[in-house]
């Protein structure tokens, strides 16, 4: 199964991910190399809407999302 990085305050992801099957990493440089998707909390966009996740993976932003929407999302993108 994929392998998803997921920022460390989102337990319930991390936990709803790990239960439908996907092997959940941290965001440090190592795990994000290896990750196919990352989710992040999004309260790391800066002043000017950057986000500082620099991949070329898809990157779903959390916020205002289940935990269940969001294992949907990652599973959608990684058809």
């Known amino acids: 199964m994929a392998f998803v990085a997921v920022e460390d305050e989102l337990g319930n992801v991390r936990s709803a991910l790990e239960d439908a099957g996907y092997r959940v990493v941290g965001m440090n440089p190592a795990d ?3 990750a196919q ?3 992040v909390s999004g309260m ?3 002043m000017l809407q950057q986000e500082d996740i620099r991949t070329d993976v898809p990157v779903i932003n959390a916020a205002g999302l289940s935990a269940e929407e969001i294992v949907a999302a990652v599973r959608e993108r990684l058809k």
């Open 44 to 46: 790391d966009i800066d």
């Open 32 to 34: 994000l190399r290896r």
């Open 37 to 39: 998707a990352v989710v």
